[in-house]
């Protein structure tokens, strides 16, 4: 595991720390708590796999 994975992957846990409280907090009802999550994880899912591509 190279310095190439490690700072993306920290980058990436340090933008879900930051998001993570007022995400939850504006996320009171189940459905909408759901889409929201699974909006975040294509975008995190997207980013992986660039990610993957380009190094």
């Known amino acids: 595991m190279g310095l190439e994975e490690i700072i993306p992957s920290i980058a990436l846990l340090l933008v879900l720390i ?3 409280p007022s995400f939850v ?12 999550l699974s909006i975040w994880g294509v975008i995190v899912l997207l980013l992986m796999i660039l990610l993957y591509f380009i190094y």
């Open 18 to 20: 930051l998001i993570l």
């Open 25 to 36: 907090k504006s996320d009171l009802k189940k459905k909408v708590f759901f889409k929201n």
